[in-house]
């Protein structure tokens, strides 16, 4: 066997409960030029760990008392980087394998193992901890040394102690500080300081002087301070809402009249299966009404369509200001609207809550010499009575608009009252 590579020399903690094992553990990887420290427990590793430094776990899948080496592997790959480990197992689950390297393990080791491939695996362990190492100083370096931290980044760039004290800053951000009245040696602004304390370092955005800007952080490693990385994303910020303005005016042109704003079929359909759903748990009426406005295509077709619509647009907003806030006036289409009136005692109630919007409605078109002539005809259903199903109710509602009509207009018929299609008096 050729001597031990001094360089290749580590401290190696072994984690295994069986006696027999960890003595060959001891004899092969000693053989090797390695000082070994041993453990059976869980508790006994973090002595030793606590101990002296450590290059390297071997550690043993399964131990005693339900512990796991999973449990070990857990606890140091997020606080301890720069120790190697290598999980000895005799399970053949491959499960438990990817188990192992996803959360952190270099490789594994099956039992039963010869010492030549014991050797090779913490080798190979061992070699890349000390490329890792290196590469993590060589970071730690460039970031630690304003020579060597880009001038020339736009970006701000920033190194912080754990407890908030601002260690370093370029051109760029010293520029952000400025406003911040804060400078190097001094302790950061607050929203600085809590990015440091989340559990998990990652990204936070910030709005600085107006600006909005995205910090990512990452520890550097064995010194316990944090560099913080910014970057300016105000314009995409703007797009982003611009983007979510534009989305919400999409949904609402896609729920809402363009001409009138009211809502359309589409939305009338959910407002009104919400409304037959919220009668019957409350044991209380609704009605639903349909609006024409009589004489309107008359002044349509003498004065055009952009007056018919700049006239059906104020009559809808004098509708709209004429009911509750839990009521629902939508356009069904020309100049017919349908107004819901939830939440009522008895048919008697939606007939004056009707008879009172008409009267407030046509006193406000009276004023105006081109909607004097307008009045408004009204047919009105009651769920539960007249029917319960929203096709039942708005077809309903139409009949009873129709008698409306066929009196001549500028009246409030209930469904009821018209006898139903035949005649017949309709429950």
């Known amino acids: 066997m050729n001597p031990p590579d001094e360089t290749a020399r580590a401290t190696i903690l072994i984690v295994e409960d069986q006696p027999d094992m960890r003595a060959l553990l001891r004899l092969a990887l000693e053989s090797a030029g390695h000082n070994i420290e041993e453990a059976e427990r869980m508790a006994g590793a973090r002595e030793a760990l606590c101990r002296a430094p450590v290059n390297l776990v071997l550690c043993d899948f399964h131990l005693e008392a339900g512990e796991s ?16 480990v290598v999980m ?10 990817i188990d192992c390297l996803r959360n952190g393990a270099f490789d594994y080791v099956l039992k039963p193992f010869s010492v030549e491939e014991l050797q090779e695996v913490i080798a190979r362990a061992l070699d890349r901890q000390r490329r890792m190492i290196g590469e993590r100083q060589r970071v730690e370096d460039r970031v630690s040394s304003p020579s060597r931290l880009s001038s020339h980044n736009p970006n701000p760039v920033l ?8 260690l370093y800053a370029n051109p760029a951000g010293l520029t952000l500080l400025g406003p911040l009245h804060c400078r190097i040696g001094e302790t950061a602004p607050q929203f600085l300081v809590d990015i440091l304390r989340k559990d998990v370092p990652g990204e936070a955005e910030v709005e600085i002087a107006g600006r909005t800007f995205s910090f990512a952080v990452a520890p ?6 944090f560099c913080l990385f910014g970057h300016d994303i105000t314009r995409f910020k703007e797009t982003e809402r611009e983007l979510v303005r534009l989305n919400e005016r999409a949904q609402t042109m896609a729920l809402h009249d363009p001409l009138t704003g009211l809502p359309n079929r589409t939305l009338l359909d959910d ?3 919400q409304a037959i759903a919220l009668c019957s748990r409350q044991d209380k009426k609704l009605a639903v009404a349909f609006i024409d406005l009589d004489n309107f295509k008359r002044i349509n077709d003498t004065h055009g369509h952009q007056v018919g619509d700049r006239i059906l647009v104020e009559v809808t907003r004098q509708v709209s200001a004429a009911i509750r806030k839990t009521d629902t006036v939508a356009r069904w289409g020309g100049d017919e609207l349908i107004l819901l009136l939830p939440g009522l005692n008895a048919p ?17 078109l009276a004023g105006d010499p081109l909607t004097s002539r307008l009045t408004l005809s009204m047919g009105i259903a009651i769920c ?9 109710l708005i077809q309903r509602a139409d009949t009873a608009l129709y008698r409306a009509k066929a009196q001549g207009g ?18």
């Open 159 to 166: 190194r912080m102690a754990r407890n908030g004290v601002i």
């Open 88 to 97: 000895l197992t005799g399970d053949t689950d491959m499960r438990v394998a």
């Open 220 to 225: 550097i490693p064995d010194t316990g301070d």
């Open 69 to 84: 080496g999973l449990d070990l592997l857990r606890e140091l790959a997020p606080r301890s980087p720069n120790i190697a």
């Open 348 to 364: 008697s109630h939606a007939r004056a809550v009707c008879e009172r919007v008409k009267r407030t409605v046509q006193a406000k």
């Open 384 to 392: 539960p009575g007249d029917a319960s199903l929203p096709e039942a």
């Open 410 to 427: 500028n009246s409030v018929v209930l469904f009821g009252e018209t006898g139903g299609p035949n005649g017949a008096g309709v429950g």
């Open 271 to 273: 407002r009104l299966a």
